[in-house]
């Protein structure tokens, strides 16, 4: 789906209900988008913002309850390449506003043995982007399950580029044997980096090109990722040099602050990038 208002565009995908791109008005692209992304059925598009959901990362690194449900050895879940159900479009002279749905049902049932219905709301304005996504358990059990809205930022320059907000926190290395580390200062970028902080606390990401500010909703952790010069030759669709163009700030419900939604119960875990 193309969106052209006079004060932003922005593209995004059903599959997925993923946003590849937003930009107010005469200004650059403020998602990165890898130039070897595959717009294909089934594969995950790589940059915008991919939905990991009902988990984040590999199975076997989720709280047990969450893991128990998976039957798959796949990362991320499978929102971020199953198809989306239009529901509602809004548009007004300052913004636009688009709903998408997906009725996790036993569509899903090699991956994953739950049921739920998600509803991903995008608000669009020349502030900023604004994401929200509902998951309702429509099942007759407790649901437990991780997530992440995967946010793919540029910046000029990963070597002069810093994430500020999260000074002090706890967070888990994944490159240090999932280790646990306080942040010391702002976040910065040598090589691989790979962590989930204990926090869902609003951030500023400094680049050499502008600032943009992060603020999550029903959130207490975030994924910082840049994948280095060796994993980005790893890595699907992602040119080898792109690392030092891109990072992720990712407003997750991971490890610990996994969730769990009795019958009929819902959450919104959401994000707003906004200038700074
Ligand atoms: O390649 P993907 O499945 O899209 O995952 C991309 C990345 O997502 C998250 O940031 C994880 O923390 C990383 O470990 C992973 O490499």
């Not at 199953?82 to 709903?99: M, Q």
């Not at 706890?170 to 942040?183: E, N, P, R």
Request: hydrophobic residues 35%; aromatic residues 10%; glycine residues 8%.
């Amino acid at each position: 789906m193309e969106v052209h208002h006079p004060l932003f565009r922005a593209r995004l995908f059903l599959q997925g209900a993923h946003l590849t791109h937003f930009a107010a008005r005469d200004e650059r692209d403020w998602l990165w988008m890898s130039d070897t992304a595959r717009f294909e059925p089934g594969v995950a598009i790589r940059g915008g913002i991919p939905i990991c959901w009902p988990w984040f990362g590999v199975p076997e690194k989720n709280p047990p309850e969450v893991r128990r449900r998976l039957l798959t050895s796949s990362s991320h879940g499978f929102a971020r390449t199953a198809v989306w159900e239009l529901e509602d479009v809004r548009e007004t002279a300052h913004d636009v506003e688009i709903s998408l749905s997906l009725n996790a049902n036993s569509d899903f049932s090699d991956a994953w043995d739950g049921r739920a219905r998600l509803l991903m709301t995008f608000h669009f304005s020349a502030d900023g982007c604004q994401l929200a996504l509902t998951t309702t358990n429509s099942g007759s059990e407790p649901l437990a399950f991780t997530q992440a809205l995967h946010t793919y930022l540029p910046t000029p320059d990963i070597s002069r580029t810093l994430v500020k907000g999260l000074e002090n926190c706890g967070y888990v290395d994944s490159l240090k044997d999932w280790s646990y580390h306080t942040q010391q200062g702002p976040v910065s970028f040598e090589g691989e980096t790979d962590r989930i902080y204990e926090s869902g606390d609003s951030l500023i990401v400094e680049t050499p090109s502008g600032n943009r500010r992060i603020t999550a909703i029903g959130s207490d952790s975030t994924v910082v990722w840049n994948p280095g010069p060796e994993k980005a030759e790893r890595l699907s669709d992602f040119p080898d040099v792109a690392w030092q163009s891109m990072l992720c700030v990712e407003s997750a419900n991971a490890l610990g602050d996994y969730r769990v939604l009795n019958a009929g119960q819902s959450h919104t875990l959401g994000v707003m990038i906004g200038r700074e």
